[in-house]
């Protein structure tokens, strides 16, 4: 079954260092694969994708986040956090199987301090 | 332009009643999502829409939930009669390319908080 594993509920960060959400995907077929943040009483924001193509993309607000096939892994990353970074972070997976759905993962939070 | 907007952003009612949850996505989006967060899990999925049809409704939890979308602009989420287990978030969303597309992302609205007591 498809399916999308974000195996960190919180993750701590301070101010200026470098963050890493995880996030591991099963699915069959090709995976387009999505990063979206929640900040508080919002809805959720499109950060970044992967479709086909290099295995590092970029997105919004200094994110990025690295496929890896054989790892089946779409790990997002940012060189420096702020503490405006702080939000809840979802991982999520499209695929042709799925007739067009997301699949989400459940969300890690994501702390940052000053 | 305006973003997707929800209706109520919070919504508390009894074990029974009746709740509508309203979604109105950016204009000229054929897509459209309902989406549902159960608290501290993951977001799952409950219905697509392409302009007024349902193109999937296999996420829907059970025949207590109806979700319609007349003229396919606003939909409109009903929970009747509304349990305990069905208080969460519930994130409408749309995209603008007509029928699937894999690679477009989903731009989502603040989400209807349900809380059933």
């Known amino acids: 079954a498809q399916s999308v594993a974000q195996p960190e509920d919180q993750v701590n960060v301070a101010e200026g260092n470098p963050l890493t959400v995880k996030c591991t995907y099963s699915?069959?077929?090709?995976?387009?694969l999505f990063w979206y943040v929640q900040y508080p009483n919002r809805g959720l924001q499109f950060l970044l994708k992967?479709?086909?193509?290099?295995?590092l993309v970029k997105g919004s607000y200094g994110f990025e986040a690295e496929f890896n096939k054989s790892q089946t892994s779409f790990h997002l990353k940012k060189p420096s956090a702020l503490v405006s970074d702080s939000a809840l972070y979802f991982c999520?997976?499209?695929?042709?199987?799925?007739?067009?759905?997301?699949?989400f993962g459940q969300g890690t939070e994501l702390s940052v301090k000053p | 332009e305006a973003g997707v907007t929800q209706f109520p952003s919070h919504s508390v009612i009894e074990k029974g009643q009746t709740v509508t949850l309203r979604c109105d996505p950016i204009?000229?989006?054929?897509?459209l999502y309902w989406y549902r967060r159960v608290m501290g899990k993951e977001i799952k999925f409950l219905l697509h829409?392409?302009?007024?049809?349902?193109?999937?409704e296999s996420g829907m939890p059970n025949n207590r939930f109806l979700a319609e979308r007349t003229g396919g602009t606003y939909s409109t989420l009903k929970v009747q009669p509304a349990e305990l287990e069905d208080s969460g978030v519930y994130f409408c969303?749309?995209?603008?390319?007509?029928?699937?597309?894999?690679?477009?992302?989903?731009?989502f609205g603040n989400g209807t908080r349900l809380t059933v007591t």
């Open positions: 969303a749309s995209s603008q390319v007509r029928g699937i597309s894999y690679n477009s992302p989903l731009h």
């Open positions: 999520a997976v499209r695929d042709t199987a799925l007739r067009g759905k997301l699949i």
């Open positions: 992967y479709i086909t193509g290099d295995n």
């Open positions: 699915v069959s077929g090709n995976p387009y």
């Open positions: 829409f392409v302009k007024e049809s349902k193109q999937d």
């Open positions: 204009s000229g989006h054929d897509n």
